[in-house]
């Protein structure tokens, strides 16, 4: 028999004073009551009540029994409502992982997010690493690229990879105008790239290209490869939110125009669609509607 159960039986009966009154609190026959206290006293190995025709009364271990069990019932009671009332009101610890490259996006987002919610507390780590979600405690990840398949991910927005390169370098190198012509160059590649030194684009009717690059730097930074790109020292295949501002002001130059790198998208990732928890799910919501505001020019 559940366990639960007759601890709650054995409970009712100590409170009725009898196996009948128990019964009918409970809406259960008198006999399934007794069982339920049999199944403990056979599980335990000792006798919990004493029974006469007229009345039933504790004996010491009974006793004993009925105060700690009585307790623990309560604790869950408590805690059943307590996580009830989690599930409607967002409270706890927020905990969010998101690389370098996108935090200028998130932060707005998580200042409205604690405006709306003040009883939400924020544990927001940023870096390049590939975290474990179960492991490390993570309730969100931010991703730039593809998450694990043994992973929920919600898509907040669609982008592409830049093609840019420093006016410096297009005063002492030739430009190249299709993918060939990137081998003839070098290469700052990001570490994460998902095809590795394989870079691919889409033609003009949408047909894919690739190019083997090679060069002098590979790195999980953007920010180190954005700025050595700065300076001359190369191609760079950059997300597009990593150098927007750098083409709009003219540091950069975007070559290649008519290859499209392929598209990837921004992801919300967790662990488990079912019982998600609300302080996750009203942040990726807003996440949701704030990144589509960028949506347009990130593509």
């Known amino acids: ?95 969010v992982y998101t690389s370098g490259a996108i935090v200028r996006f998130l932060l707005p987002v998580f200042s409205e997010y604690m405006e709306l919610y003040p009883s939400i507390s924020v544990d927001f780590s940023v870096g390049e690493r590939m975290v474990d979600m179960i492991e490390d405690g993570y309730d969100l990840v931010i991703r730039t690229l593809p998450p694990d398949s043994s992973l929920i991910a919600r898509k907040l927005t669609p982008w592409r990879h830049m093609l840019v390169c420093s006016p410096a370098y297009v005063d002492s190198h030739p430009i190249p105008k299709k993918p060939s012509e990137i081998a003839d160059h070098n290469c700052l590649q990001y570490a994460y790239y998902p095809y590795g030194d394989e870079w691919r684009f889409e033609d003009g009717d949408g047909r894919q290209e690739s190019v083997k690059v090679s060069g002098n730097v590979v790195s999980n930074n953007a920010e180190m490869l954005r700025f050595l790109t700065l300076n001359g020292r190369g191609l760079f295949l950059a997300p597009s939110f990593v150098v927007f501002d750098d083409i709009a002001e003219g540091r950069l130059i975007r070559i290649m125009p008519d290859y499209k790198p392929v598209e990837f998208t921004i992801n919300a990732v967790y662990s488990n669609r079912s019982h998600l928890p609300t302080k996750v799910r009203l942040f990726i919501d807003l996440l949701a509607e704030r990144f589509a505001e960028h949506r347009k020019w990130m593509t």
Request: net charge positive; with cysteine; aromatic share 6%.
């Open 1 to 95: 028999m559940d366990r639960l159960t007759s601890l709650e039986v054995f409970g009712r009966v100590v409170e009725c004073g009898g196996f009948s009154a128990a019964a009918r609190r409970l809406n259960m026959s008198v006999t399934m009551v007794g069982n339920h206290v049999q199944s403990l006293e056979e599980r335990l190995g000792v006798r919990l009540l004493n029974r006469t025709t007229r009345k039933v009364s504790l004996t010491e271990t009974g006793k004993y029994y009925y105060e700690r069990s009585s307790q623990i019932l309560a604790e869950l009671d408590e805690a059943d409502r307590t996580a009830s009332a989690l599930s409607t009101t967002p409270r706890g610890t927020l905990k």
